[in-house]
């Protein structure tokens, strides 16, 4: 008998979690530095269908942290180079794209649009898209998990997953709970760094970023994911 792509995975994970995680549609808002990577997890730990939601095309500055982000792919869009990606890693994923920014307000036609989905990974940047699509699956009844701040942090060991309401000293995590407040929700399940944010150096009001936090983060968001999905795959 051949090898299997998940024989390895099966020595620790229960033999039937493959079977279920094939079964499950997750849609991943964001292909960047988190989400990239998260993609990347979930399709090899043998997520059966992924939807991604990203309008961006590849560009120079994403090529220190992005998975998707090579000289050769500089200018093609995340969206299309992923879905060549996942298509390459495992042929019978199924693999859904929609090339289009998530504007706030618009989740709830995006969810419209999309087979059912059973887990929602937020990985964008735009504070009122993200507090939409948050809100939008507490409607809907759909998981979600949230990256919060990973920019101009040095540390991945000081990421955590976590609740919302326990967050501290994550501006992006302050405005996104302020944001949630009007819905009145306050349990969110994120990803978020312990790490105070460090001001880079010069001028520049970019956001700086290294190649070990955002892609950490990514993973340990797929690790939340498939152990919800499958309870009996999580560690500890």
Request: aromatic fraction near 4%; charged fraction near 20%; proline fraction near 6%.
């Amino acid at each position: 008998m051949g090898e299997d792509r998940h024989d390895r995975t099966r020595l620790l994970w229960p033999h039937a979690a493959i079977e279920i995680l094939g079964s499950k549609t997750v849609l991943v808002a964001g292909l960047g530095g988190v989400g990239s990577w998260a993609v990347e997890a979930l399709a090899r730990a043998g997520i059966g269908r992924l939807i991604l939601v990203d309008s961006d095309v590849i560009s120079p500055s994403n090529l220190n942290r992005q998975l998707y982000a090579l000289e050769s792919t500089i200018g093609q869009p995340k969206c299309h180079v992923a879905a060549s990606r996942l298509k390459d890693i495992n042929a019978s994923i199924q693999v859904i794209c929609f090339r289009e920014r998530l504007e706030p307000g618009g989740a709830g036609s995006l969810l419209d649009r999309c087979p059912p989905v059973d887990y929602i990974v937020d990985a964008i940047d735009s504070i009122a898209a993200k507090v939409d699509l948050i809100a939008t699956a507490h409607r809907r009844g759909i998981p979600v998990i949230s990256a919060m701040g990973t920019g101009n942090r040095r540390d991945p060991s000081r990421l955590l997953v976590t609740d919302l309401a326990g967050t501290q000293g994550d501006p992006l995590a302050r405005r996104v709970r302020q944001g949630l407040k009007k819905y009145g929700i306050e349990k969110v399940k994120v990803i978020f760094s312990k790490e105070t944010p460090v001001k880079p150096d010069g001028a520049s009001q970019a956001v700086g970023s290294t190649p070990t936090v955002p892609p950490v983060a990514g993973f340990l968001i797929a690790s939340e994911v498939i152990g919800d999905l499958v309870p009996s795959a999580k560690s500890g």
